[in-house]
């Protein structure tokens, strides 16, 4: 399976960061699919799943300001963080996630979101 | 959450030898659930290792995990010149789960 991130690289503070991602060669609708993220110089972060029936959990820290959504028929989820500041800039990750907030064992090669105005 | 501290932060080896890199955690990691990655600049990260001791699919037999508890580690029995990368281990036994700050394996 192979997952590529897509979406603006630049966001203004305040406003909302939306990424997709796109997967080939298997199904969305089994599994678990996650998006990751690292700010520079920071360590990786979880920022939630969406299971294959719909379901959604959410890193508490990123919880209120994240939806995360999925289109089976284009073999999609996206990502959507609102109010963003600097400190959501960070290279994006999508993962496959085997159970939910586990391990994942397929990622996208990441997409750099920058916040500035 | 559980917050895991790697060590060290580099180290410099030639091809062919031995690497070890330690992960410790803030607290016991439960039922051993700790995943290690591999990560190149500009790629995707890859899963070498889950489960503490499990190997993914398709990672060569000179990589290898142990631990158990609150202490992990990593070791390349003979390293590779595609083994120089970064390396990251990974909790998933409590929610949420979460990753280490990151070891560079860099050439000597």
């Known amino acids: 399976v192979r997952l590529q991130e897509s979406g603006p690289g630049l966001v203004k503070p305040s406003e909302t960061l939306s990424l997709t991602c796109t997967v080939s060669?298997?199904?969305?609708?089994?599994?678990?699919w996650s998006w990751v993220r690292q700010p520079p110089g920071k360590r990786l972060e979880w920022i939630g799943f969406?299971?294959?029936?719909?379901?959604?959990r959410y890193n508490p820290s990123l919880k209120s300001r994240v939806t995360i959504s999925g289109d089976t028929s284009k073999k999609q989820f996206s990502l959507k963080l609102r109010s963003v500041s600097g400190a959501d800039t960070a290279v994006y990750y999508c993962?496959?996630?085997?159970?939910?907030?586990?391990?994942?064992?397929?990622w996208g090669q990441g997409t750099l979101v920058t916040v500035s105005s | 959450e559980i917050v895991l501290t790697q060590s060290p932060g580099t180290l410099s080896l030639s091809p062919g030898e031995r690497a070890t890199l330690s992960c410790r955690a803030s607290?016991?990691?439960?039922?051993?659930?700790l995943a290690w990655y591999q990560h190149k600049r500009g790629q995707a990260p890859r899963l070498l290792i889950y489960?503490?001791?499990t190997r993914a699919t398709g990672i060569p037999d000179r990589f290898s995990g142990s631990g158990t508890g609150t202490d992990f580690t990593l070791t390349i029995s003979r390293v590779e010149p595609e083994d120089f990368a970064v390396y990251y281990c990974?909790?998933?036994?409590?929610?949420?789960?979460?990753f280490g700050q990151g070891t560079k394996l860099d050439i000597k």
């Open positions: 993962a496959r996630d085997l159970l939910g907030d586990y391990y994942f064992d397929s």
């Open positions: 060669g298997g199904s969305i609708d089994s599994y678990y």
């Open positions: 969406l299971s294959y029936n719909g379901n959604t």
């Open positions: 607290q016991s990691v439960s039922t051993n659930y």
């Open positions: 489960g503490a001791s």
């Open positions: 990974q909790q998933y036994g409590n929610s949420p789960n979460t």
